[in-house]
């Protein structure tokens, strides 16, 4: 059968207002970092990347920063839409294979 | 947008049964990928890739698993003697190039449901 799983922290937010979703990677000799979105039923999918030579990174509505001082990411989110809604995972990439966080289910409230 | 796909999206298959999972890469890409998801757990490196020959493998890609690009265009993962605890989303991933930092374009998945 299948393992019981993970509880995924859940981050609650009204629409319209900004999203800051973090994460803690493992590795110091991790040299790229991308964050990805899941939807129910469906693969991770790309939002944003960052390299380690970098600390701040912006997309559309989206802004990842990095502090490799205490291994820590987030992804920011402005203006939350209700298409937002979804479990959010960063990855780190360690000799080309990514690992991945437990991940963070945003809600988006109406 | 070119994009990754898998098929079949849900397989069901009874222990001991020998499992293929297909997908095809975004055409252009070089470097490939497993993944698999436990429900509810984070998303777990199986197997990359390149040149024809795996370049990287975990603790879970043991002896009953192996990958292979028969063409051009596809890339499989078989499971030799399935287990329950092979029970998942099977995700496969492409990448275009090694040596700069481009993200890896998942599929939509495989669920495989071991009875």
């Known amino acids: 059968g299948e393992s019981v799983g993970l509880h995924l922290p859940t981050l609650s937010v009204q629409e319209g207002d900004n999203s800051i979703i973090n994460c803690a990677y493992s590795n110091s000799a991790s040299d790229y970092f991308i964050w990805y979105k899941q939807e129910s039923g469906k693969g991770p999918q790309f939002i944003i990347d960052i390299r380690s030579n970098m600390d701040k990174r912006q997309g559309q509505r989206v802004t990842v920063l990095l502090n490799k001082t205490v291994k820590h990411l987030s992804l920011q989110i402005a203006a939350t839409q209700p298409g937002d809604s979804a479990v959010y995972f960063c990855a780190e990439s360690l000799s080309y294979k990514y690992i991945f966080g437990t991940g963070t289910r945003l809600k988006v409230l109406a | 947008?070119?994009?990754?796909?898998?098929?079949?999206?849900?397989?069901?298959?009874?222990?001991?049964?020998?499992?293929?999972?297909?997908?095809?890469?975004?055409?252009?890409?070089?470097?490939?990928?497993?993944?698999?998801?436990?429900?509810?757990?984070?998303?777990?490196?199986?197997?990359?890739?390149?040149?024809?020959?795996?370049?990287?493998?975990?603790?879970?890609?043991?002896?009953?698993?192996?990958?292979?690009?028969?063409?051009?265009?596809n890339f499989t993962l078989k499971i030799r003697s399935t287990k329950l605890e092979d029970s998942a989303m099977y995700f496969c991933a492409s990448r275009p190039q090694r040596g700069?930092?481009?993200p890896q374009h998942f599929g939509d998945g495989t669920r495989l449901s071991i009875l």
């Open chain 2, 100 to 102: 700069s930092n481009q």
């Open chain 2, 1 to 73: 947008e070119p994009e990754v796909t898998q098929t079949p999206s849900h397989q069901v298959t009874q222990m001991g049964q020998e499992v293929i999972l297909r997908c095809v890469p975004i055409s252009n890409h070089l470097y490939f990928y497993w993944y698999r998801q436990i429900l509810g757990q984070k998303v777990e490196f199986l197997v990359s890739f390149y040149n024809n020959e795996i370049s990287e493998k975990s603790e879970i890609f043991d002896d009953q698993f192996s990958v292979e690009r028969p063409d051009g265009s």
